[in-house]
């Protein structure tokens, strides 16, 4: 998950301009994604995804890592989290709410870890245990204002830190696994 300096995920209005994602951090994002065993999403972060990667690489100036993210984003099994949304194509179930025993069937099928994307579902899944690791991707920007990463939670989660890389453009990418635990379910990947 993308995130800026001050905590924020997304600007004001939904903006996304100040993250700074580069061929060298996308081709990092397309080896993380390319090996999860689905992706899981809020409504707003599918829907914002949807409306771009399904044809993404029919267009030759998103040639490179973004075309290579285009391919992996359509084959991807997804699941989007959502009380009002009728149809997801781009192979997506959609399922009504965030359960443990929800969860649990999804970390059970096979394919592998899943990607978890977007503020509110992040909120949801912190609010029932659910995520085992943390990969914040720290953009060298402050913005004042939008949508906070992390919401007040009732108790504190303790992390260890089990990676850190930088990258050229300044993002740096600091991996959290839960303090005591063995990571394994449910990584918190890239939206």
Same mark, same amino acid.
């Given at each position: 998950?993308?995130?800026?300096?001050?905590?924020?995920?997304?600007?004001? #209005?939904?903006?996304?301009?100040?993250?700074?994602? #580069? #061929?060298?951090?996308? &081709? +990092?994002?397309?080896?993380?994604?390319?090996?999860?065993?689905? =992706?899981?999403?809020?409504? !707003?972060?599918?829907?914002?995804?949807?409306?771009?990667?399904?044809?993404?690489?029919?267009?030759?100036?998103?040639?490179? *890592?973004?075309?290579?993210?285009?391919?992996?984003?359509?084959?991807? %099994?997804?699941? !989007? =989290?959502?009380?009002?949304?009728?149809?997801?194509?781009?192979?997506?179930?959609?399922?009504?709410?965030?359960? *443990?025993?929800?969860?649990?069937?999804? &970390?059970?099928? %096979?394919?592998?870890?899943?990607?978890?994307?977007?503020?509110?579902?992040?909120?949801?899944?912190? $609010?029932?245990?659910?995520?085992?690791?943390?990969?914040?991707?720290? +953009?060298?920007?402050?913005?004042?204002?939008?949508?906070?990463?992390?919401?007040?939670? *009732?108790? *504190?989660?303790?992390?260890?830190?089990?990676? &850190?890389?930088?990258?050229?453009?300044? !993002?740096?990418?600091?991996?959290?696994?839960? $303090?005591?635990?063995?990571?394994?379910?449910?990584?918190?990947?890239?939206?």
């Amino acid at each position: 998950m993308s995130v800026s300096l001050d905590g924020y995920f997304e600007g004001p #209005d939904h903006d996304l301009g100040w993250q700074l994602v #580069d #061929d060298d951090l996308h &081709t +990092h994002f397309n080896q993380e994604l390319a090996r999860m065993g689905g =992706f899981l999403s809020g409504r !707003v972060t599918h829907e914002l995804m949807a409306s771009f990667w399904p044809t993404a690489d029919q267009d030759p100036a998103n040639a490179g *890592p973004m075309a290579e993210f285009a391919a992996i984003w359509r084959g991807m %099994p997804k699941t !989007v =989290f959502s009380r009002t949304l009728r149809h997801a194509g781009w192979n997506t179930a959609i399922a009504r709410e965030v359960t *443990p025993e929800a969860i649990a069937a999804l &970390t059970t099928a %096979p394919g592998g870890d899943l990607a978890l994307g977007g503020a509110d579902l992040a909120a949801s899944f912190l $609010a029932h245990d659910l995520i085992d690791e943390f990969r914040l991707y720290v +953009h060298p920007v402050v913005l004042g204002r939008g949508t906070l990463l992390f919401r007040p939670t *009732p108790h *504190p989660v303790p992390l260890t830190l089990t990676d &850190t890389r930088r990258f050229a453009s300044g !993002v740096t990418l600091l991996h959290y696994t839960r $303090a005591g635990t063995a990571a394994s379910a449910v990584p918190w990947g890239v939206s």
